[in-house]
């Protein structure tokens, strides 16, 4: 007698669901923290002329290699690399704006007992934040220029250890948390209203613990990173950008 087993196979719809309901869970987690809360309106303050007069309009891509300042268990740095992309909106020279990034090559960190290596730890993680972004010079949007940009946002990590003597491995979730960064760099001109951005990071963070497992550390990481942005410009400003065209290129 023959038993005929049916797999059922994965509804993608509900799988796109799910992975939707993950993001706006995230969201919603980040807008109830009170600190954010309080973070979120000094930002609001500080740029609300510039959200009022809306003149600028600017999307970036970007990709880091990092190096991991970590506490203890972690006693060396370690090299790895993330991609990601901001949106930001304001006048020309002062926007607020929304980062998002994740591990593209995740971090690995060699454990040790007694001298002797006993494990590593893999530590993914994705971030999503807001941030203040200025670029001091008289065109931003057209023109060479110093970037400084500061920051606050929710990392979700998930932990891979793999046993060195075994191979075995065991995967954990860490609880979100929260950290702040800031970076400066420049800013070069290739197109009418295209950028090379380039610029260094620092992004502090504290990793909640995972019960008898890990305890609670600094996780902060440096970041170089390099991008390419675009500007729209709008309002009144926008005529005095074409000039700039113009004698740039002729048209």
């Known amino acids: 007698m023959h038993t005929t087993m049916k797999v059922r196979q994965p509804n993608l719809s509900n799988l796109h669901y799910l992975r939707s ?19 979120i309106t000094l930002i609001a303050i500080i740029a609300l002329p510039s959200l009022v007069s809306a003149q600028n309009l600017i999307v970036e891509g970007f ?16 090299r790895y690399l993330n991609f990601g992309g901001r949106l930001a909106g304001g006048m020309h020279k002062l926007q607020l704006g929304v980062e998002y990034s994740q591990d593209l090559i995740s971090p690995q960190l060699d454990l040790e007992f007694n001298g002797a290596p006993f494990g590593t730890d893999e530590i993914t993680s994705t971030y999503m934040g807001i941030f203040l972004r200025s670029k001091l010079c008289r065109y931003p949007a057209a023109r060479f220029g110093l ?30 948390y929260y950290g702040a960064n ?26 909640p613990e995972i019960p008898n497992l890990r305890q609670s550390y600094t996780s902060t990481y440096h970041s170089l990173q390099v991008g390419i942005s675009y500007n729209f410009i709008f309002g009144k400003i926008k005529s005095k950008y074409e000039d700039i065209i113009k004698i740039r290129y002729g048209g």
């Open 21 to 39: 309901m993950g993001i706006c869970n995230r969201i919603t987690n980040m807008l109830n923290c009170g600190a954010f809360k309080v973070l």
């Open 63 to 78: 990709s880091g290699i990092n190096t991991t300042k970590y506490g203890s268990p972690y006693t060396s740095n370690t």
């Open 147 to 176: 970037v400084l940009r500061a920051g606050a946002g929710i990392y979700d990590s998930k932990l891979t250890f793999t046993d060195a003597v075994a191979g075995q491995q065991l995967n954990y979730n860490y609880d979100q």
């Open 182 to 207: 800031g970076g400066i760099g420049f800013s070069f001109p290739f197109g009418k209203f295209a950028m090379i951005e380039t610029s260094y990071n620092v992004y502090y963070s504290k990793r």
